[in-house]
Structures are given as structure tokens and as C-alpha cells.
């Protein structure tokens, strides 16, 4: 859970994301179900954003564009941490252990410079 974490600025949001739904009475809606989703949706806009550029650069972005991708980004961060919040999870903690996990997936030594995914590298 978030509050168990080192990481003061999540508990913060999370609050702030509590009072925010508190306040329209919306915790009846916010399933992991439906948040799930929202997730999904927020980070297709976000991929919205980025779909014709030549190459995907932030220097492609005007400023107006930035200021939209920023607040897409806001949004996706917003229902990741509803969803820890709702599910008990410790972003910071899962994080950290995703990292463990990823290391020995992707060994630097290994993987450095190749953008594969792990099940095709060859021994």
C-alpha cells in the first residue's frame, strides 16, 4: 500500500486523488475493473499524440502539444495510482522489485544496445 512506502509524493497524490473522488462521490465507479480501463484509455490518448510524427522525438512537439502530452501523462498517472490505491499495492515497493526481476531478464552485458524482448535472445 502506498502509505507503507518511502515515497512521500505518491501518498501525497493519492490523497489528493482521494479528496478529488470523495468529493463527486465517485468511489462507487472505481473498480480495479473500470480503472483498469480508464488506464487504458488515458494511454491511447497519450500514444494519440505521438502516432504520425516522423519519428516520435518530444522535439516534434510544439509547446501546445507538450502542455496536452503533459496532461495525458497526468491522467494515466492519476488512474495508476487510483488503481494502487484501490488494490493495496505499493507503486514504489513494486517498482523495485519489477527492477530485480527486469535485471534478470536483461542482463546488461546481454541485452545492451539490442531492443528485443527477453524470450529472443539466445544464449
Known amino acids: 500500500m502506498i502509505e507503507q512506502s518511502n515515497n512521500g509524493e505518491f501518498a501525497n497524490l ?3 486523488i482521494r479528496q478529488f473522488v470523495t468529493e463527486r462521490d465517485w468511489d462507487q465507479f472505481h473498480t480495479p475493473k473500470n480503472l483498469s480501463s480508464a488506464l487504458c484509455v488515458e494511454a491511447a490518448e497519450l ?3 505521438f502516432q504520425w510524427l516522423q519519428t516520435g522525438n ?3 512537439l510544439s509547446p501546445e502539444k507538450l502542455q ?3 496532461h495525458e ?3 494515466v498517472l492519476v488512474y495508476l ?3 494502487a ?3 493495496d499495492v505499493d507503486l ?3 517498482v523495485s522489485e519489477k527492477m530485480v526481476l527486469n535485471r534478470l531478464k536483461y542482463p546488461a552485458d546481454k541485452v545492451r544496445g539490442d531492443a528485443r524482448k527477453y524470450s529472443e535472445y539466445k544464449d
Open 73 to 75: 501523462m497526468a491522467d
Open 47 to 49: 500514444l494519440e499524440h
Open 58 to 60: 518530444g522535439d516534434e
Open 81 to 83: 495510482i487510483r488503481l
Open 92 to 94: 514504489s515497493a513494486a
Open 68 to 70: 496536452q502530452v503533459r
Open 85 to 87: 490505491d484501490k488494490l
Open 14 to 16: 493519492r490523497d489528493q
